[in-house]
């Protein structure tokens, strides 16, 4: 449908889609790519972006801001937690910013959300922080990259294992149940990673960059404890650490510090020569154990949210 109040500069029009032909996924692809040649970073999440394609679902929407002539904007909302506020990323193209594009959308995204609602704002940019504002947003939350050099200074440990635990690599479909409960068993905390579907894991499977080699499950009497899948951006020469989880009960022992060697070793060896993570500035666990590891902050992203 199209949004008729958006459409304050003349031929602006918003569309709210729950789901995309693949001509308009490509397009959107297209805008991303552009903006974060430009902005050094990319607005819209892996997640957001895998669910471009694939047909509708569940909780999510689709914005396509046109000028009149082209996609000016994208904007998407998720509505699948059942505590937490939707959750929005928009970006602007790079040519067609400083015309309102941004606030529109925002403002279109804030109110299909009911005025509840939470925005991330990739890379902390200057510009991301000033619409925050204007829409009425609030900070809440701070997600670092974190990065470090895996062929330079100080070398990789050496895994340690807890008694009884051996590790092996993921095969696709035999271990898939077994990791997705274990992943929603150690991410029970954390719903944006704890609860992804089998779908949500089909689509990464199915992702050029996606290596079984590079997936390693921890084993304890023939249950999964611990997992460490690593990602490498080829066109960075970048490894990263992608998800690391243990199972509560095998927490505390050491077994997140050896997985997580496990994987920068893989990396290592793959001759990349940077590894970099995500983790929440609000974890001092866990920034302990990477900065422990050599670690320091590359970048920030950034969570605004409406006053709740």
Same mark, same amino acid.
């Given at each position: ?24 996924a ?11 040649r430009?902005?050094?970073t990319?607005? @819209? ?13 569940? *909780? ?11 996609l ?6 998720e !509505? ?29 995204? /804030? ?32 997600? =670092? ?6 062929t330079? *200074? ?8 807890p008694? *009884? @635990? ?15 409960a ?11 990673q704890?609860?992804?579907?089998? =779908? ?12 079984p ?11 999964? @404890? ?12 970048l490894?990263?650490? %992608? ?5 509560p009960?095998?927490?505390? *022992? ?9 994987? /920068? =070793? ?11 993570? %995500?983790?929440?500035? !609000? ?5 302990? @154990?990477?900065?422990g ?10 969570m %605004?949210?409406?006053?709740?």
């Amino acid at each position: 449908m199209t949004d008729a109040a958006a459409a304050l500069e003349p031929g602006r029009q918003i569309q709210t889609l729950d789901e995309l032909t693949e001509e308009q996924a490509e397009s959107v692809l297209e805008l991303i790519a552009e903006a974060a040649r430009t902005d050094g970073t990319t607005a @819209v999440s892996e997640q957001g972006r895998l669910q471009l394609r694939g047909g509708p679902r569940e *909780g999510i929407r689709h914005f396509l801001l046109s000028d009149g002539t082209r996609l000016a904007a994208y904007g998407q909302l998720e !509505d699948t937690d059942p505590v937490e506020a939707p959750a929005a990323e928009l970006v602007v193209h790079p040519a067609l910013r400083g015309r309102g594009h941004g606030r529109a959308l925002g403002s279109a995204l /804030l109110n299909a959300s009911g005025k509840r609602i939470r925005v991330w704002a990739h890379g902390g940019k200057s510009a991301a922080r000033h619409l925050a504002q204007v829409l009425g947003l609030t900070l809440f939350r701070e997600l =670092r990259q974190l990065r470090r050099p895996l062929t330079s *200074g100080d070398p990789l440990p050496e895994p340690v294992l807890p008694a *009884g @635990v051996t590790v092996r690599t993921f095969v696709p479909g035999p271990d898939d149940a077994a990791w997705l409960a274990a992943n929603a068993a150690a991410f029970a905390h954390h719903p944006e990673q704890g609860s992804l579907t089998q =779908r949500d894991l089909n689509d990464r499977i199915a992702q050029p960059w996606f290596d079984p080699k590079g997936f390693f499950l921890a084993e304890r009497g023939g249950e999964l @404890v611990g997992f460490h899948w690593t990602k490498v951006h080829e066109a960075e020469r970048l490894g990263e650490v %992608y998800v690391v989880g243990v199972r509560p009960g095998a927490q505390g *022992g050491g077994l997140g510090k050896a997985l997580t060697a496990i994987g /920068l =070793r893989h990396l290592a060896a793959s001759g990349l020569p940077t590894a970099m993570l %995500y983790v929440d500035a !609000d974890n001092p666990a866990a920034l302990a @154990v990477y900065e422990g590891l050599g670690f320091t902050t590359h970048e920030v992203d950034l969570m %605004y949210r409406t006053e709740s």
